[in-house]
């Protein structure tokens, strides 16, 4: 654990924000119109509801922090982010088409470092930081999920390794082959928001697995988007 976690878990989900915020939401809408079916719980229900339209909207601030930042990076830097973080084949491709890394091995690991550095230093001098995270999120799982995955040295949790590598170091033209389950970010919208209907009080929005080895925890204003997940 190096106190990043919160960056790596952000720059993570990144690509799927906007349709995090908009299934949340979305889920929330249809548990408060189905809210009649639980008389007997309709406090703890609304509550549940506040909190994942809180969450929603935090989303999509965070988000916009990151474009922002994201924006004052060079092509070298944005290259390296959706190479481990955002994975879009299209985008990626479009970014480096033959396939071939003008550094070294050992210097993109260097070079990957730097970029999350200067990320995690833009996010602090712009207000977000560590505290401001677990402020926003601690109770929302699919994100806190993705940090505890983290912390625990469980990245490939978060995401899948690649069957292949997809690009070539200068030195090395081979590409290696892998195989792995990430399992924590949901692909479609849809898929996210369908929970909802069927099973209003277990879900607000995001149906993720949950981990071997990940905890659960339950309180006033709590996310029913999924259990949370103390990571501190």
């Known amino acids: ?31 408060a119109v189905l809210s009649f079916r639980f008389p007997c719980d309709t406090v703890s229900r609304m509550e549940g509801i506040a909190a994942d339209m809180k969450y929603a909207e935090r989303l999509l601030v965070w988000k916009g ?3 922002h930042i994201l924006s004052g990076c060079d092509e070298d830097e944005l290259f390296l982010l959706e190479y481990k973080y955002f994975r879009r084949r299209r985008v990626l491709a ?12 050992r210097s993109y690991f260097r070079h990957q470092n730097a970029v999350l550095q200067k990320v995690a230093g833009s996010l602090v001098r712009r207000g977000c930081t560590q505290e401001a995270f677990y402020s926003d999120f601690e109770g929302f799982s699919p994100v806190m999920r993705i940090v505890s995955a983290l912390e625990k040295g469980w990245e490939r949790k978060v995401v899948a390794r690649r069957k292949d590598r997809g690009v070539s170091f ?5 590409s290696s082959v892998s195989a792995g389950t990430g399992a924590f970010l949901p692909r479609r919208t849809k898929n996210a928001i369908a929970a909802t209907a069927s099973m209003p009080a277990a879900s607000a929005a995001i149906s993720i697995p949950e981990s071997e080895a990940s905890g659960s925890g339950a309180g006033a204003g709590v996310s029913s988007a999924g259990p949370a997940v103390s990571v501190r």
């Open 94 to 105: 479009s970014m480096n088409k033959d396939g071939v890394l003008s550094c070294s091995e």
């Open 170 to 174: 200068a030195e090395d033209q081979k």
């Open 1 to 31: 654990m190096n106190g990043n976690e919160y960056v790596r878990a952000l720059l993570y989900a990144y690509p799927k924000m906007k349709m995090l915020a908009d299934a949340v939401r979305e889920g929330a809408r249809v548990r």
């Open 65 to 67: 922090e990151l474009d």
